[in-house]
């Protein structure tokens, strides 16, 4: 975890938002798939691409291995496997918590499997 200054990587990265509990984990590189619904911004989402993830002041740069489209966060978790996803949580808690976030309306958008590394700052 860091805090947020400017930084030049050359590449913009994409900052997404994310609960405490999750941001941890992507930060400690336990968690290496990012579940999203498929809005419109996140269509052109692929492979090499950056992302941010943010949590008040904290940040983790990450880069995207590969995007993967589901029709349904079961179908996902099934693919996926349940500890890419939140190591810490058992299948059903999960399914649960991700439907508290995302409702039915958006789940029928399309569910996006991320597969993220975590980015050495230090290195770039």
Do not use: W
């Not at 900052?15 to 590189?29: H, K, P, Q, S, T």
């Not at 995007?67 to 978790?77: D, G, I, N």
């Not at 500890?83 to 991700?98: D, F, G, H, K």
């Amino acid at each position: 975890m860091t805090v947020r200054p400017e930084r030049t990587t050359g590449v913009r990265a994409r900052e997404m938002n994310l609960y405490r509990r999750y941001f941890d984990l992507v930060a400690n590189g336990t968690k290496t798939i990012e579940v999203r619904v498929q809005y419109p911004n996140l269509r052109k989402l692929k492979a090499g691409d950056q992302i941010r993830f943010v949590c008040g002041r904290d940040d983790a740069l990450t880069r995207v291995k590969r995007v993967t489209r589901y029709t349904s966060f079961e179908e996902m978790l099934d693919a996926e496997g349940p500890e890419q996803v939140n190591p810490t949580s058992p299948r059903e808690q999960q399914l649960a918590n991700i439907r508290r976030i995302y409702g039915p309306e958006k789940e029928a958008l399309g569910v996006l499997a991320i597969e993220i590394e975590l980015i050495d700052e230090a290195a770039t």
